[in-house]
């Protein structure tokens, strides 16, 4: 009883009230402070101790904002769009592990949600659902702009979308399993993390989650100079703020499951390496986080540095670069797969 | 028992899903609604312990080839409703007769189903040398239905090279 539902319940809380809620609403924070410190500047300072309390006064600001819907709008989907943008994006953190199974209170307790066995799918079709918060935004708010802007947003989402997957399938290729679990295993096992034997794979990836998530340098779905502000223009207070939210919810996600695939989710530096043993100070779940705010860290230095690409050369990016080189890559991997191991 | 219930409520969730589908007017609810529906067969494919399928329902059907459905609908403005007047091509009689032959067809399968083992659950339950629901499928598409999943994947080689042909009329 106690291990079928209280404890898989109190995961879940614990996950996205301790964990998902606290650190989307503080990368929004962390954003503004990294690409102030880029430009120079210093950021929110007003609202406590060097800004520290901004999140608050800004979610306090977005609910008791109006709540707008436009006359002309397609009322239901309008109001379903945030919520179907905001709900794959949480519920990915089902299979994300954290750590292994660690002893807590004299009980094995597991740090993630779920082990399932189809793990990396199911992320990739959750993934794939949340395309349509976008699209019924745009087509729901019955305004030009945010209709462009969805359309190219779901353009863009499906081209990267076959890149990323593609890149995913040479991940399995090397782990044989589709399980999280069972891929950071396999790193272990094999005593090197996926990104040094799967450099290319890695940065197919890397490019494609920046794309997939809309950020700069392919922020184009938002691109306030030429759509007024992107899909979510027609929107106001909560609403707005539950796209915002995916988004960043939805950059967390990515960079956990880059850390998951490519380098070696909880795993410490060298985890084989007996000499190394001191680093586990940290517990495992520490070293994900850190890897993973290294990649969010990165997603904002990308945005503070690089200008946006321009639609056509987005496409081309997505189909004649990234697409042939993942399958070229898959190849490869698969060749020296049967020939050498 | 449970789940029973679970099955009932999920394939009455299915079907009416699907009857909105086909009724509602406004066909970007109708194509929502769709998704619904596929939704809710991915969820029956995890009732029958068929994760694999489940996902790859998720991933295929509602994440991706809805999506471009989504897309055309979009883009041709089918807001107005459809009109009152008589489709001089419709063909009703000949609908009626296609229809009621399907679904003689389909109440054959399900009776002969019955009747002895289908190759499906013969398939299904002889011995694999690979356990886990994404090895198994793997394991039979390439061994028992290698020649099916080969015609499929030929059947889906000629749409792509036919629809680029249609695209792009100068190659």
Do not use: C
């Not at chain 1, 890897?291 to 945005?303: A, C, D, G, H, P």
């Amino acid at each position: 009883m106690i291990d079928t539902f209280v404890i898989p319940l109190l995961k879940i809380l614990i996950v996205l009230f301790a964990g998902v809620l606290p650190a989307v609403t503080y990368m929004v924070l962390l954003e503004r402070k990294v690409i102030a410190w880029a430009q120079s500047r210093l950021g929110p300072m007003r609202v406590g101790p060097y800004g520290v309390l901004q999140p608050v006064a800004d979610a306090i600001k977005l609910i008791l904002k109006e709540d707008i819907t436009p006359t002309k709008a397609d009322r239901w989907v309008f109001t379903a769009a945030p919520i179907i943008s905001m709900v794959p994006a949480l519920i990915v953190y089902a299979v994300i592990p954290f750590g292994p199974t660690v002893n807590l209170f004299g009980r094995p307790v597991s740090l993630y949600i779920t082990d399932v066995n189809v793990g990396l799918l199911y992320v990739v079709s959750v993934a794939s659902v949340g395309v349509y918060g976008i699209i019924l935004a745009g087509y729901a708010s019955n305004s030009k702009f945010p209709l462009l802007a969805s359309l190219r947003a779901s353009a863009q989402l499906i081209s990267y979308e076959v890149a990323v997957t593609l890149t995913l399938v040479s991940v399995i290729l090397m782990t044989g399993t589709l399980s999280m679990v069972g891929i950071v295993n396999a790193q272990y096992n094999a005593h090197v993390w996926l990104a040094f034997v799967q450099p290319v794979a890695f940065v197919i990836f890397f490019i494609g989650s920046l794309a997939e998530t809309n950020r700069a340098p392919f922020d184009l779905p938002e691109a306030e100079q030429e759509l007024t502000g992107g899909f979510h223009t027609e929107y106001s207070g909560m609403r707005f703020a539950l796209f915002f939210l995916a988004e960043y919810a939805n950059m967390i996600v990515v960079s956990s499951v880059a850390t998951t695939l490519f380098w070696g989710g909880w795993l410490r530096p060298f985890p084989n390496i007996a000499m190394l043993h001191f680093l586990d100070v940290l517990p495992s779940w520490m070293w994900f986080l850190l890897k993973s705010f290294v990649f969010l860290y990165v997603f904002i230095w990308v945005r503070a540095t690089l200008p946006r690409y321009r639609y056509d050369q987005l496409m081309r990016l997505g189909w004649k670069v990234l697409i042939p080189l993942a399958i070229a890559n898959l190849l490869v991997t698969g060749i020296v797969k049967v020939m050498l191991l | 028992m449970a789940q029973a219930i679970a099955f009932y409520t999920l394939a009455a969730f299915i079907l009416g899903f699907a009857v909105l589908v086909v009724t509602t007017k406004d066909t970007v609810h109708s194509v929502l609604f769709l998704v619904l529906d596929f939704l809710f067969v991915a969820a029956l494919y995890v009732l029958l312990n068929a994760p694999f399928l489940a996902v790859i329902q998720v991933l295929v059907y509602a994440g991706g080839i809805v999506v471009l459905y989504l897309f055309v609908v979009m883009l041709v403005n089918l807001k107005r409703p459809p009109e009152a007047h008589r489709d001089p091509h419709r063909l009703t009689k000949i609908g009626f007769g296609l229809s009621a032959a399907v679904l003689v067809e389909l109440g054959a399968i399900v009776v002969s189903g019955y009747m002895k083992t289908s190759p499906v659950v013969a398939a299904a339950t002889e011995t694999m040398p690979v356990t886990g629901n994404t090895e198994q499928v793997g394991w039979l598409l390439y061994t028992s239905y290698l020649i099916p999943f080969e015609i499929a994947s030929m059947l889906l080689l000629v749409a792509m090279i036919g629809a680029i042909v249609l695209a792009k009329r100068e190659l």
